[in-house]
């Protein structure tokens, strides 16, 4: 399906980048990022500010493979954590389940954290 929507110009993609402080919305990564439409191009979705939003390339493959089977709103999907630190999180969790006989919902959270914190000082290429 051809998009409708005339591609972005460098200088477009620049100041929505610095807009959002050159850090993808959903994990706060600074590397690899791309700019997103909201309302897709090939729906007409405009290159209106408003419509724009900076994501890295794994968010973003991400979120156009999830929206189209959970049929989620982009700000809603934005509150979730990411995938990368979600499984991240769960082989810490795994690995603590190994040490540990009891392992509680506030330790899972603690994880949770520090496996995000972890991303973001990292700021590896996926």
């Known amino acids: 399906m051809a998009d409708k929507t005339p ?3 460098e200088a477009e993609k620049k100041a929505i ?3 959002d402080n050159n850090k993808c919305l959903k994990c706060g990564r600074s590397k690899t990022l791309v700019i997103h439409h909201i309302v897709e191009r090939y729906l007409n979705g405009p290159n209106d500010p ?3 939003a900076t994501l890295c390339s794994s968010c973003h493959q991400e979120w156009h493979g999830l929206h189209e089977v959970d049929k989620i709103s982009f700000e809603e999907w934005l509150t979730f954590p990411s995938s990368t630190i979600m ?3 769960l082989k810490m969790a795994k ?3 190994k040490n540990e006989e009891e392992f509680t919902l506030q330790d899972f959270f603690r994880l949770l954290e520090n496996a995000q914190r972890m991303y973001l000082i990292n700021d590896f290429d996926r």
């Open 7 to 9: 591609n972005l110009t």
């Open 17 to 19: 980048k610095k807009r």
């Open 50 to 52: 408003e419509n724009l």
């Open 87 to 89: 499984i991240n999180c």
């Open 95 to 97: 690995e603590n389940l």
